[in-house]
């Protein structure tokens, strides 16, 4: 059976617009050289009646967008003496880890050490330079590239984790940790 559709085609301004085009705070598709503009970052920040905000509409690499990790490092200097912060991560789609790395050493005491993430790869083993880097980038490394006192962190944190699956020793590589470790994140910071 054959059916005919008619489409009425309208102008952009009548057309339908994607959820994020309508409702995401204007942030929907910014662009990377935006992150190195100090006056277009401006409108991510403030502090008023000694509370901070921030808004996180991207995570960023530190790499492409120095601009907006120098003006954090300011607004965070200057919200030292504020009663609260906001982090205001809606409407961030995700991406690399540096400004968790970053916002880590203002929350992180110098003298903690915390493992916030674990995995394994399911890849051919032992895993290659290209795919161990990949790993690095989102800053996990095996318990053996870890200094003594991550990998006593990691070894109280695997003492009381129970995996939900076993996975097969032949086909996923061992585990990857991401430590966040107080004393290495918190320089130049205030706690």
């Given amino acids: 059976m054959d059916k005919e559709v008619n489409i009425k085609l309208v102008s952009a301004n009548k057309r339908p617009r994607y959820w994020d085009e309508r409702f995401f705070n204007n942030t929907y598709l910014l662009k990377e050289e935006q992150f190195n503009d100090k006056a277009f970052i401006e409108r991510f920040y403030s502090l008023e009646n000694s509370i901070g905000y921030i808004q996180l509409p991207d995570m960023v690499t530190k790499e492409t967008s120095s601009v907006f990790f120098e003006y954090l490092a300011d607004f965070m200097t200057a919200a030292r003496q504020s009663e609260a912060l906001i ?105």
């Fill in 87 to 191: 982090i205001d991560v809606r409407d961030n789609g995700g991406g690399t880890r540096d400004l968790i790395q970053d916002l880590a050493g203002y929350f992180i005491h110098p003298d903690s050490v915390y493992v916030v993430n674990v995995t394994k790869q399911r890849r051919d083993l032992p895993l290659n330079q290209e795919l161990s880097e990949s790993l690095h980038s989102r800053f996990l490394f095996s318990k053996a590239e870890l200094d003594h006192v991550e990998q006593r962190a990691v070894s109280k944190f695997m003492d009381s984790f129970t995996p939900m699956y076993e996975l097969d020793t032949m086909k996923f590589s061992e585990y990857y940790y991401y430590v966040l470790n107080g004393e290495k994140i918190s320089k130049d910071k205030y706690h």
